[in-house]
């Protein structure tokens, strides 16, 4: 049974950083196309980073989080990671990690075939 587990939500001020963690089990993904999305109450959910399974990776980022996010992954660990510095009151969403069974970067939530139960980060002074 594939299971994908994030750690590392939390509630913090504007400015801060926070790291999330999606520890992956059941499968191995170092081959394929993994993403952060997230989603705010009453929206729709949208992708805020992506990489694919190739070396080297190809990445997206969402606009509003360019230059303040980073998606990274340790294959030895099956696990996917999100930094995220300079965080704002509208980075405020539950976070999802998902993940393909194929090897490129896909923007559509229809593409994942494996997610997280999300976790909750809230920035807020």
């Known amino acids: 049974q594939v299971q994908l587990v994030e750690f590392g939500g939390g509630l913090v001020q504007p400015g801060d950083s926070l790291r999330l963690s999606c520890t992956a089990s059941g499968r191995d993904f170092s081959a394929s196309g993994m993403a952060w999305w997230r989603q705010e109450a009453g929206a729709e959910r949208e992708v805020v980073a992506a990489?694919?399974?190739?070396?080297?990776?190809?990445?997206y980022y969402t606009d509003s989080v360019k230059g303040r996010f980073t998606i990274s992954k340790d294959n030895t660990r099956n696990s996917l990671y999100l930094q995220m510095n300079s965080l704002k009151p509208e980075d405020t969403a539950v976070y999802y990690c998902?993940?393909?069974?194929?090897?490129?970067?896909?923007?559509?939530?229809?593409?994942?075939?494996?997610w997280g139960q999300g976790t909750q980060v809230t920035v807020s002074s």
């Open positions: 998902a993940a393909r069974r194929l090897e490129g970067v896909a923007l559509r939530r229809g593409a994942y075939d494996y």
């Open positions: 990489m694919s399974g190739s070396e080297p990776p190809a990445i």
